[in-house]
C-alpha cells in the first residue's frame, strides 16, 4: 500500500485556515472604511432541520442599519462555491439557510486565482 506523500490536514473548531485568514483581512479594511460595525469569526450554529446544523464562517453587522447584517462562507476557490465538489454539502446548507432566514444576507466568497488578479468574488446566495 502506497503512503500519502503528504500528511492531511484536519481542520481545526475555531480556527481560521488561511484562506478565512485572508477574507479576514478584507472584512478589517470594510471596517477601516466605516462599511460594518464589527465581524465575528463562526459566532453561531443554524439549525436547518432535526440533526442539520451550519455555520457560517464569519458573521458582519453593517454600519447602515437598512442592511442589518450578513453571514460569509468562505471557499478555497470557485470550484469549492459552485457545489461539484466535495464542499457540496456546505454549500447545500448555505442554500437552506439562506432560504430559512430571509432577514439576513448569506453570501459566498471564494478568491479569483493569482493569474487572474486574485481578488475576492463576494456572491449573494440566490434563494
Not at 11 to 39: N, W
Not at 42 to 53: G, M, N, S, V
Not at 96 to 108: E, G
Amino acid at each position: 500500500m502506497k503512503a500519502h506523500s503528504r500528511p492531511i490536514k484536519r481542520r481545526v473548531p475555531g480556527a481560521m485556515s488561511k484562506t478565512e485568514e485572508r477574507f479576514a483581512k478584507i472584512l478589517d479594511g470594510l471596517m477601516l472604511k466605516g462599511e460594518i460595525i464589527e465581524y465575528m469569526f463562526e459566532p453561531i450554529t443554524f439549525k436547518l432541520a432535526e440533526r442539520l446544523h451550519y455555520k457560517p464562517d464569519f458573521f458582519a453587522v453593517y454600519s447602515d442599519p437598512k442592511l442589518g447584517c450578513a453571514f460569509f462562507e468562505i471557499k478555497a476557490n470557485h470550484h469549492f462555491a459552485n457545489a461539484k465538489s466535495s464542499q457540496a454539502n456546505s454549500i447545500s446548507k448555505l442554500k437552506v439557510a439562506a432560504n430559512k432566514f430571509k432577514s439576513f444576507y448569506f453570501y459566498k466568497c471564494y478568491p479569483k486565482p493569482q493569474k487572474e488578479g486574485g481578488e475576492w468574488v463576494i456572491e449573494p446566495v440566490k434563494i
